[in-house]
C-alpha cells in the first residue's frame, strides 16, 4: 500500500478564510438584508488598466493564427518580459541582474511555497510573526516544520514577534538561523523596513551565513523614498537572498497569474561536506522539471505594465487604494484605535479594543457594523488581539465602512 | 549555512532537449543553408481554433470592467469549468464524478511533478520503460528515486520495459509496488492500451493496494473504440487511480497553460498505523497551499472546447495531426523502417535500422535529411535503438520530410 506523507496530516484541517466566511454565512442566514462589506480577504476590486487589456487582446489575436501562434514557451519565461523586468524594476535603482537570474512564474504563491524544495528538510528556518502562512505551511508539509504547539507555534520555527511594543520591527534572531523569511511591505501589517533596517537583516545573513527569502509582492505600494523597493538596494544581498515578486497587487493580476523569482547566481548554499554551490541552477532544474512556463497571454500582459501608458495606469489604481488606506488609518485613529501599516502597504493592522482576541473583535465587528475584517490571530501566535482590513475596496464601500464603524466605536 | 537538498544533485546536469539543440546548432552553424525541419519536440503548430479565441477575447474584456472583473479564483478552478469537465469528459463514458474530485491546473506536467509530495519518501515506484521524465525526475528531487546506476537505471525505480518485444504492453511488476505511473496513449512511444490490458493494471492495483498515478494528456488523440479514454472506464479504478488531463494537446494549450487532475474520493493512502486516508483532502490542501489557481482567461478558453463549435474545431485540428501520423506511419513502413505507435496517439516510434543507437540514428538523419527527431534513450533505458518522431508538424514539413527520408533510406 502506498504510504501518505504523514507531515501532511500536522497542518490543521480548519483553514483560516474558511472559518471567516462560515461566520459570515451564518450571519448571513441569519441576517439576510444585511449589507455585509468586505475588507478582509486581500483581493483587489479595480479592473486591469487599459494598456493590459489592450496586450491580452493582441496576445490572443496571434494564438489565432499559425505564423504568430505561441506554443510551449520557456519555462523560465519569455525574454521580453525578463528583459522588461531587469530595465525596469531593477536598473532605475542601480540594480544589474542577468536575464537568466530572472524566472518568471504564475504568482508568487507557488514559488513562495516551492523554494523550500531546493534546500535540506533539517534547515531551520525564522519567520517574522504574524506572518503569510504559505511560508509554514509549506515548511510543514516536507517535515521541516515540526509539530504544532498548543501555543500555536511549530516546533522547528523560530518566530519573531512584530507587535506594537517593538513597532512592528522584528528582532534579529538570538541564534543564527540557516532561512528567513522576509515579507516587506509586510502582509498582514501593512508596516515596511526603512533602508538601514533591512541593512541589518542582509549585514545578519552576510555574518551568519544566513539565506533570506524575501517577499517583494507589496512593493509597488510603498511611498517614502527611504523604504527600499528590492532587498538588492541594500549592498550584499545578492549574495544571501532570493526575492519573489508579483504582478498581483501591482497590476491587478489576481486573476490573470504572474509574478517573478528572483535568483542572483551570487547565492550559495553548501553541501554536507563544505562546497558552496549557487541555487540558480537549482531553481532552473526544479522550475524545468514541474513548471511549464505561464500563459503566453499573462507574460505579455505583464509586459504592458512597463509601457509609459501602462506605467501611469497601474500607478492610478495604486494610488487609488492608498488613498482608501490613508482614509482609514486617519478615521479610525480619530475614533481611538491603534491603526498600523497603511504608510507603504495596502493593510492596515488594528488593535483590538480594551484587549480583545481578534476573534471576538472580528465578531463585534461583523455582528455590530457588518464589516468583515480578518483575524490576525490567523497570521500567526503575534497577530493575537489584532485584524487586518485592506485597502483594495473601493471609495464607496470604504466610506461606508469607516462610517458604520464610526458610529459603532 | 543554508545546506542544500542534495537529491538535486543526482540530477544529471545534462537535458535532453539541450542535448539535442546543441547538436542541431552545431549542425547549423556548418550547414547555414539547410532547411531543417523539426518532428522532434512534441509541440503543437496549429492556432487556437475560433471558438477559444472568441472566449479568450470575451474573457478578457470581462476583465476590463470593475463589475465583471475576476480577481483570485478558487485553487480547485472555476465551477464553470469542472462542471463542463463532467458533462463532456466523463458523463458521456458513463462515469459519474463529483465536481469537488475535479482539480483544474495550469498543465499536466505541474501536477504529474507534484502529486508525489502526498506520499512518503520511502514507497516504492514503478514506470513503464521508456516514459515521460518528469516522473521519474520529480521524485529523484525528493530522494524517492535513489542513485542513478551505469545502466541508466534508478536503484528504487522499477522499469517495466515497452519494446517491440513485447509489443509495448508493459509486464505487470513482479513484485508488488506502491505507486505505478501509466501514461495511455502513451509519450513517447504513440501506443496506446486496450480497455482489456488496461484492465489488468486496475486489477494488479487493487489486487496489490497500489495507486496508480494515470496521464491521459493524449486521450483526445484515441481513434479505435476498444482504448479507453479514461481509467474510470474500467470498474474499480476510481478506488486506486488519479487521473491527469491537459488541454495542450487536446486543444492546442501549450502556451495558454491549462489541465485538470481528477482525485476521487474512494482513493486512499495508509499512515504508518494502518489506517487509511482518502487523498481527495490533501491534494485539496496542497493545491490551497501551494498554488493559486489557473488564469481565469485559460479556464474560459478550456471551458471553449467544450461548446458545439468549439468540439467540432479541435476535433478536426487532431485529425489533422493524425493524417500525418498515418501518412509516416506509412511511409516509412514502405521504406522498411519499423514503427510502432500513431494510431492512437499523435507519436511515432522508429527502430533504427541495423541495431544503430539512438543517438546514432539521430545523427544520421539530422546530417542526411536535415529531420530533427528525439532519441529514444532519452526517455529511459527501453528507449535505446529508436527515436521519436511527433505528428505536430504542419502537413508540408511533413511531407517533406517524409520525402528526404524515403530518399535517404
Request: charged share 20%; hydrophobic share 35%.
Amino acid at each position: 500500500m502506498a504510504l501518505v506523507n504523514d507531515h501532511f496530516l500536522k497542518l490543521p484541517n480548519n483553514y483560516l478564510f474558511a472559518d471567516i466566511a462560515k461566520k459570515v454565512n451564518i450571519f448571513k442566514a441569519q441576517n439576510p438584508r444585511a449589507d455585509i462589506i468586505s475588507l478582509g480577504i486581500g483581493d483587489v476590486t479595480q479592473p486591469l488598466c487599459p494598456a493590459v487589456i489592450e496586450a491580452l487582446h493582441r496576445a490572443t489575436d496571434e494564438m489565432a493564427s499559425a505564423g504568430t501562434f505561441h506554443g510551449y514557451g520557456p519555462e523560465q519565461g519569455y525574454d521580453f518580459l525578463r528583459d522588461a523586468i531587469l530595465k525596469n524594476d531593477f536598473l532605475p535603482r542601480g540594480i544589474h541582474l542577468d536575464r537568466d537570474e530572472i524566472f518568471i512564474n504564475d504568482g508568487a504563491k507557488s514559488d513562495t511555497g516551492n523554494i523550500q524544495e531546493l534546500i535540506r528538510w533539517d534547515n531551520s528556518i525564522a519567520v517574522t510573526d504574524p506572518i503569510y502562512p504559505v511560508y509554514i505551511d509549506s515548511n510543514v508539509m516536507i517535515g521541516r516544520a515540526g509539530i504544532k504547539g498548543d501555543d500555536g507555534r511549530w516546533s522547528n520555527v523560530i518566530y519573531l514577534p512584530c507587535t506594537a511594543e517593538n513597532n512592528f520591527i522584528p528582532q534579529l534572531p538570538a541564534q543564527r538561523v540557516d532561512v528567513i523569511y522576509l515579507c516587506y511591505p509586510n502582509t498582514p501589517t501593512g508596516t515596511a523596513l526603512s533602508r538601514d533596517e533591512l541593512k541589518r537583516w542582509v549585514n545578519y545573513a552576510l555574518k551568519n551565513d544566513t539565506l533570506i527569502f524575501f517577499d517583494a509582492a507589496y512593493e509597488a505600494y510603498i511611498q517614502h523614498p527611504d523604504v527600499p523597493h528590492s532587498i538588492y538596494e541594500i549592498k550584499g544581498a545578492r549574495r544571501c537572498a532570493i526575492e519573489f515578486h508579483s504582478y498581483s497587487k501591482t497590476a491587478g493580476f489576481t486573476g490573470i497569474r504572474c509574478g517573478y523569482t528572483v535568483v542572483p547566481k551570487e547565492v550559495t548554499v553548501a553541501t554536507l561536506y563544505g562546497e558552496r554551490l549557487p541555487l540558480n541552477p537549482l531553481w532552473n532544474r526544479r522550475q524545468s522539471t514541474k513548471f511549464n512556463g505561464t500563459s503566453y497571454l499573462s507574460q505579455r500582459a505583464a509586459e504592458a505594465t512597463y509601457s509609459p501608458e501602462g506605467r501611469l495606469q497601474i500607478r492610478k489604481t495604486i494610488d487609488y487604494y492608498m488613498l482608501n488606506a490613508r482614509h482609514m488609518k486617519e478615521t479610525l485613529r480619530k475614533i481611538g484605535l491603534k491603526v498600523f501599516g497603511g504608510d507603504d502597504g495596502p493593510y492596515l493592522w488594528v488593535q483590538a479594543p480594551s484587549g480583545m482576541t481578534s476573534w471576538r473583535f472580528f465578531e463585534q465587528m461583523l455582528y455590530n457594523t457588518h464589516v468583515v475584517c480578518t483575524p490576525g490571530v490567523g497570521f500567526g501566535p503575534s497577530g493575537e488581539g489584532y485584524v487586518r482590513l485592506t485597502a483594495f475596496g473601493t471609495h464607496e464601500q470604504t466610506d461606508e465602512a469607516l462610517e458604520r464603524i464610526k458610529n459603532f466605536y
